[in-house]
């Protein structure tokens, strides 16, 4: 999206980092979701994950282009997908885990396309105008990702005793992690103060209002708060992350610049 | 110095096939947004269906090379997110013409955007037998913005054109 029109100057640092965090969500949780192409358990849903992985790289297209722009250092999409070391990366921790499972998988696209909702609902009234153009556009996506991982879950959760006992594992997995959302950070504080957009923290009780219900109804019991804070977000990673950036930068890293 | 006007233009829009579903044109699709002529300078500012639609950059290729056949001397286009693509923006012709094509048409929007719907089976009639008897297979078909879709009468599968 090369011919996007050209404006804004960012408000602040934080305002920077508030949009490349939200790019870099967009693109770990794409990168990880598109492993699945070609492993899917069956034929439709590797076109749901494939498709799911799509729109979630082409969230981070926009949104790093933003960001690279409102940094003003000339960096685009690319030399910030692909150039970048791990500490500069600033998405959740959640977003880089592996896999595993399919039911891990389902329930992680549940858990944080919830949260991307509510993010893109606020931000639809951004002082950013193309951060709001770009809410507009991601809402009508997550909202698909929310129903099709949530009809998984709830499907899988109260399915067959396998399929639960894995849907109760990858929440026990899952649950800490999303912790994290949540934590005040610095950069939202100056985000919020332009009316960039809503500060994590202020998010945490209408996420828990849309997730409960849903693993209720998929008989998945939730797993008791602990104290474990993980930092994704901060730029302290976690052991996965070094692998997926190593898999995903491989080519820029060794042909910088290099185009179809 | 070639003169085109605005009409010559959208004729030239409308001989521009969507890439994954040939039978309708970009114009069609709703992606144009606006057109704007001087002399043989074109501007034409579009906008992309899903953010990571593989078939986007091909569509603005298709649009620069048809505008030049059609007498452009230069080209300007810009891809503009806002307001985002809705298929509200298919008319009833091109609804038609993916009916025709095996595609049922997208229906209406649901009315909240931010209220994930859950376990919603729409009824979709069957674009080949005109059926109500459908089932949604899956949310995503071949495409990303087309659902997957099984006749219980006639028993064959079909793409649904999701509405968004």
Redesign the interface.
Known sequence: MTEMAQQTTATSPGHVEYVMRMGDNALILGQRTAEWCGHSPVLEEDMALANMALDLIGQARMLLTHAGRLEGRGRDEDALAFQRNEPAFRNLTLCELPNEDFARTMLRIALFSRFQLLLWERLLSSTDSELAAIAAKSIKEARYHAQHSGDWVVRLGDGTEESHRRAQAALDYLWPYTAEFFIPSAADEAAAEAGVGPLWSTLEADWEAAVRPLLEEAMLSLPAPVPFRSQGKFGRHSEHMGHLLAEMQYLQRIHPGARW | MTMLTEAQVWKALEAVPDPEIPVISVAELGIVREVQVQGGAVRVVVT?T?????A?EVI?EDIRAALVRAGATTVD?????????TTDWIGEAASEKLRAYGIAPPGERAAS???????VSRRIACPKCGSNETER????????CKA?YRCRACLEPFDYF?P?
């Open positions: 992309p899903y953010s990571g639609c593989p986007t603005g286009l810009e891809w503009r997110l806002a307001p985002p693509w955007a931010t209220q994930p719907l859950r376990f297979v899956s949310e995503f078909g071949s495409t990303a997957l999701k968004i």
